[in-house]
């Protein structure tokens, strides 16, 4: 996530042009101005990056479909008075209609992308404690005797309740998708133990697709693990887009998107109250991943997910664990909130960073003194004035053009780790720029 919103700043501050083809929204909705739509065998353009593309689309499906349906009441009007008087007085005007009509232009009925439709259903509720950890530590075991083990996480002892949606975050090879596997039980850990709770029932998705016989057909793969009958499977597998001879084909023969199609039809089966889901955007094109988020969002059970899609982490995560330098950090809030807040739980977050929580409780306890004056402050508080805002405006806006400075800088340096923090210090001075705009407002509004 680093690296891309790196790329995003630098792409802002480049000069020249560019085409992309991606499937990060957020990033789309920074880098963009214009959108090309390729469906159907025709290519449309739209103005403005992803979110208003999606705005003036509906718009235009919209627009398509009236005419649409205009043209095809006239057509049935049309046709029926043709048939009553092509043999009558009014013949000679009936086959004028019809000459017209032959020449007609026939407006096409728009086409829209199909859409899956599922949803998630646990059978029974687990308990009010999904799971818990004590002094975990996950990794791998010594590929030899008497070699070291591969230690790549170490867990604050924490609790999963449930209805939590976690987001699990963290660069490229620190061990999410190890952490997740040592959860389900597929690794052991190198200490430590997870302590699942009451009724709980996991499902997990693979990002790999592990769980995937690539040997079966897709009616066969789906078939081992309900009582559907083989037309009870094909009306099923009508649902994720496996239409016809489709669901005879072999697992081995199937595209990125259509093996995760197959892998969540399988996850909606199982009735599972805990979904643990590593990397389920992978492969899955907007729509797709729009419509997961969607049934996700209404899933009552209990949701930890590794994903690097920031839109998809913002729509779903109340909570982020978050692994930095080798030990798994919990955070409140979703992607946004942790990048700009970061309010961590307060926790026994292990060694490496026992220092710094050891530090947090001290503001805790303001001195009587400082209490006492900042009372006797607060019953002289000056009421600000527009020009005291419009003063701040100026000066929160300085540090926008400032902050725009210092990224281009960043960014023609190549310094990531700067243009991670700049990008968010610039969010934040944008935000404050925002507030100071609807105080002034505000004021102006009063008597």
């Known amino acids: 996530l680093a690296a891309l919103e790196w790329l995003e700043t630098y792409l802002l501050s480049w000069k020249g042009a560019m085409m992309v083809v991606a499937h990060d929204r957020y990033f789309l909705d920074k880098v963009v101005s214009r959108t090309i739509e390729i469906a159907f065998g ?32 006239h057509i049935a009007h049309t046709e029926e008075y043709i048939r009553r008087y092509k043999a009558g007085q009014r013949s000679r005007e009936a086959r ?31 308990g009010q404690l999904v799971l818990s950890t004590q002094k975990l530590v996950v990794g791998y075991v010594p590929a030899y005797p008497g070699g070291e083990p591969n230690a790549l996480v170490q867990v604050a002892d ?54 995937l016989n690539a040997d079966r057909t897709i009616i066969d793969e789906i078939r081992q693990v309900s009582v559907l009958s083989e037309e009870g499977a094909r009306s099923f597998l009508g649902r994720f887009l496996f239409t016809g001879d489709d669901v005879f084909k072999p697992i081995g023969a199937l595209s ?46 209990t949701l930890l997910f590794v994903s690097h899609d920031r839109y998809f982490i913002d729509s779903l ?98 310094d990531a780790a700067q243009l991670v923090q700049l990008s968010a210090d610039y969010e934040q001075a944008k935000a404050r720029v925002d507030e100071l705009l609807i105080e002034w407002e505000q004021l102006g509004t009063l008597p």
């Open 42 to 73: 025709r290519i449309e353009e739209y103005p403005g990056n992803y979110t208003k593309y999606l705005h003036l689309r509906e718009e235009r499906m919209e627009r398509r479909l009236r005419e649409y349906e205009a043209q095809q009441a």
């Open 317 to 414: 995560a109340t909570k982020v664990w978050v692994i930095e330098d080798g030990v798994l950090i919990p955070y409140m809030g979703n992607y946004t909130e942790y990048r700009t807040r970061k309010r961590p739980i307060v926790l026994d977050i292990p060694a490496p960073l026992k220092s710094n929580v050891k530090s947090a409780p001290i503001e805790s306890k303001p001195a009587p003194a400082v209490a006492k004056s900042a009372q006797k402050k607060s019953a002289k508080v000056k009421v600000r004035t527009i020009e005291d805002v419009e003063h701040e405006i100026e000066k929160a806006e300085e540090r926008v053009r400032a902050l725009e400075g210092e990224l281009s800088e960043a960014a023609l340096r190549g």
């Open 256 to 301: 990125g998107g259509e093996r995760s199609r197959v892998a969540l039809a399988k996850l909606t089966l199982l009735g599972s109250n805990v979904l643990i889901l590593d990397e389920p955007t992978n492969h899955l094109d907007l729509q797709s991943r729009q419509f997961l988020e969607e049934v996700l969002g209404e899933f009552e059970g």
């Open 158 to 211: 924490l609790e999963l309740l449930r209805g939590d949606r976690v987001g699990l975050l963290g660069p490229n090879g620190a061990g999410k998708t190890t952490l997740l596997r040592t959860i389900i039980g597929e690794l052991p850990p190198l200490s430590g133990q997870v302590y699942p709770g009451h009724n709980v029932r996991i499902g997990y998705y693979s990002q790999t697709h592990a769980g």
């Open 96 to 126: 004028g209609r019809q000459k017209l009509l032959d020449r007609l232009e026939r407006v096409e009925r728009p086409q829209d992308f199909p859409e899956m439709h599922f949803e998630f259903n646990a059978v029974v509720d687990s």
